[in-house]
């Protein structure tokens, strides 16, 4: 399915239209992709269109579960002043952005014949289900659906693997990067890491956003890496590439971002550190392949600092290389790390969400 991006959407053809709104960054629409599926199902005749970001049109693509996307604009993760939207009203509009009026009033503001959305008391003309806070992202949008009679699994979230041929086959994947300073593991601590990994003999590259270049070539250099170990930095990887790394990856050690999802999605091993926000709510489904670091303390309440902090979160501090290596060694080496236990407190108990993903070096966080 090829995914365009255009200025509003065509006018209407015999085929009725369903808008969903979800004008975030690359992990929020992966971890959108169970109700995304469970919406393709429902909606066979429909075609799907998403509002989002331009810069995820291939990645909305690869998941192969819309039609078109319609490019959105607004500061970090607010909601949209309007929708390029054009000719006759959404047939169905689907809030999968967050809960309040600025998304309501948003959509309905289109006009659209039905629309989903969690109840408020600012819209209060929406019938929809109550707002958890501490719930699953996943469980989220898959319990919205299920409260309008459509069934959606919160553990169905994978996506296909990309045709592209990886840039570093068999490597290990190391992203220091984050959008928010609150979920950067120090640099040095990353270095350590790559250059151990890399002693083991195994392939190491470094991943970089959009403006990350100097940090990844500073965690590569550091860690006595080739040339050519840093890809992306100056923009974004290329999704195809990006994704194509990903899933032929032995294993990423990343932090809590949309690469980790990416993992997720494409079901390769992964180390996900966390820190601000507990794994129960962001965090991968309970899988072998996926092990999480997250030291809460005496607070393990689910946000208990702030995750768009420009300082590193002290629980994210509390993480030591010496963790993160038994991790990857135990993808690396099975039954070379510590037996992995798991985080009953990593899923709002949603259904088919599964106890939670597998940890190491910690205790757990319900």
């Known amino acids: 399915m090829n995914v ?6 065509p006018t209407r053809s015999a085929r009725p239209r369903a ?15 169970p109700a995304l599926k469970a919406l393709r199902r429902h909606l066979r005749h429909h075609e799907i269109v998403l509002a989002a970001p331009e810069r995820l049109s291939a990645a909305a693509s690869a998941t192969g579960l819309v039609d078109r996307l319609l490019p959105t604009s607004a500061p970090g993760r607010e909601v949209p002043a309007a929708l390029a939207w054009s000719g006759p009203a959404p047939d169905l509009a689907v809030d999968l952005h967050g809960n309040g009026p600025p998304s309501h009033l948003l959509l309905q503001r289109l006009r659209p014949l039905r629309l989903f959305a969690y109840a408020h008391p600012g819209t209060p003309g929406i ?12 469980d989220r949008w898959c319990r919205l659906l299920g409260w309008y009679g459509i069934e959606a699994d919160p553990v169905d979230l994978g996506i296909p ?10 490597a290990v994947v190391v992203h220091p990067g984050a959008d928010a300073g609150a979920r950067c593991w120090p640099k040095a601590r990353f270095a350590a890491v790559a ?18 270049g100097p940090l990844a070539r500073w965690v590569a250099d550091r860690a006595g ?8 930095g100056a923009g974004d990887m290329a999704f195809d590439q990006l994704a194509a790394l990903v899933a032929g990856a032995r294993c990423v050690v990343v932090g809590d971002t949309g690469l980790a999802h990416l993992a997720t999605a494409l079901a390769t091993p992964s180390v996900v550190l966390f820190g601000p926000v507990a794994p129960r709510l962001w965090g991968p489904p309970a899988d072998a392949r996926h092990r999480v670091l997250w030291h809460p303390g005496d607070d393990d309440s689910a946000r208990p600092g702030d995750a768009h902090g420009r300082l590193p979160d002290e629980r994210l501090l509390r993480i030591t290389v010496g963790e993160v290596l038994d991790a990857v060694r135990g993808h690396l080496e099975p039954g070379q790390g510590p037996q992995p236990e798991p985080d009953r407190g990593a899923s709002s108990g949603g259904a088919g969400s599964g106890p939670g993903p597998l940890t190491t070096g910690l205790r757990a966080s319900g």
Do not use: K
């Open 161 to 170: 693997h990309p045709a592209t041929p990886s840039p570093a086959p068999g």
């Open 225 to 232: 890496l080739p040339s050519g170990a840093v890809l992306g």
């Open 19 to 33: 808008l969903v709104l979800r004008a975030l960054g690359l992990g929020d629409l992966l971890t959108a992709v």
């Open 127 to 138: 019938s929809g289900p109550a707002w958890r806070e501490d719930e699953h992202e996943r």
């Open 195 to 212: 250059r151990e990994v890399h002693r083991w003999d195994h392939d190491v590259v470094v991943t970089a956003g959009a403006g990350e």
């Open 4 to 9: 365009t991006a255009d200025e509003g959407a």
